[in-house]
């Protein structure tokens, strides 16, 4: 286990089992999945992964994957947008899901929604050091808040406030607070996305379709050149992924990348220094853990410390990448059972 994470109901494995229906609820990808969970045991028995976009809410997802199971005890699902009071509304797909429906519909005695990066914070307890790669190492660090940032389809980010004892999550929307412009290229860039969106969050930038914004400003207002190769590729597939594959073969994928990582870094020292994040900052997301060999020069950590007299203290906080992907799924298990 990474993290003791405090829980409001204190089970024992002399505790009558229960089944969890955990979900991990994006605008690309929905991952369902039901749980035997007993005292400190929390067990697989079904799972199954949705395109989110090919169906017209959680409930008919819901329909399609338990036919024929268990029904559930509890549901809890870990959703990327803000819950207020039970309700969700996805930020990146025109999804609503509310507990209370999904409580009466599917019979349900107890239904949590929390943010997907809340979920994957609950999930740390359920990992352990197999499941993370170091980026920055330090000896005897010291025990305090930590931060947790997640580049995917969106922006994820959250924290853990450490008590002495237990680390306890909680969400934020702190990606979508505003891009914050260090050198003149960032300007140039900042005005090109304020006239296409308006505001220009670091969301924009810090994200699948943000390394798309990066690439094509580099392209069309930079002038830089792309190759005939590169651009039938984009077309024909993931833009985002392609960008960060290509790196070594095309000039204008590693200055892209580059960016995406010097950007990453400096919302990741926003937070750190934001939550006084001591205890650690851990990277997850779908992005990071398919692009760790771009972390190996040095790149992230060196914009990371660049906060001026505050550097000293972000020196000492450990920065982990979170490998496993099912940590969401498996934060809302841990939260359903134990909550």
Known sequence: MLLQIRSSNKLTLKDKSRIVLAGDVGATKTNL????????????????????????????????????ILIPDSICFGVAGPVMNGHAKLSNISWNIDSNELARYFNAKKVKLINDLEANAYGLA???????????????????????????????????????????PFATEGGHCDFAPRNDFDFELYNYLKKKFGHVSWERLICGPG??????????????????????????????????????????????????????????????LKFKASGGLFIGGGIVPKIISLFTNNNFYNSFCQSGRLNYLLEKVPIKIILNPQTALLGAAWCGAKN
């Open 33 to 68: 999945a039901l749980f035997n969970a007993k005292g400190n045991t929390i067990v697989s028995i079904a799972e199954q992964k949705f395109v989110s976009k090919e169906y017209k809410n959680i409930t008919e997802i819901i329909e399609i994957f338990l036919k024929g």
């Open 126 to 168: 359920m990992l352990s050091e197999k499941d993370v790669a170091s980026v920055h190492s330090v000896k005897n660090a010291e025990k305090g808040n930590v931060a947790i940032i997640a580049p995917g389809t969106g922006l994820g980010e959250a924290g853990m406030y450490w008590d002495g004892e237990y680390y306890h």
């Open 211 to 272: 390394i798309v914004n990066i690439y094509n400003f580099l392209r069309d207002k930079k002038k830089r050149t792309e190759p005939v190769w590169l651009m039938k590729k984009i077309k024909e597939g993931d833009a985002a992924a392609i960008i960060s594959q290509y790196v070594d073969k095309s000039a204008i994928c590693k200055e892209t990348m580059d960016h995406f990582i010097r950007y990453l870094a400096y919302e990741s020292a926003n937070i750190v």
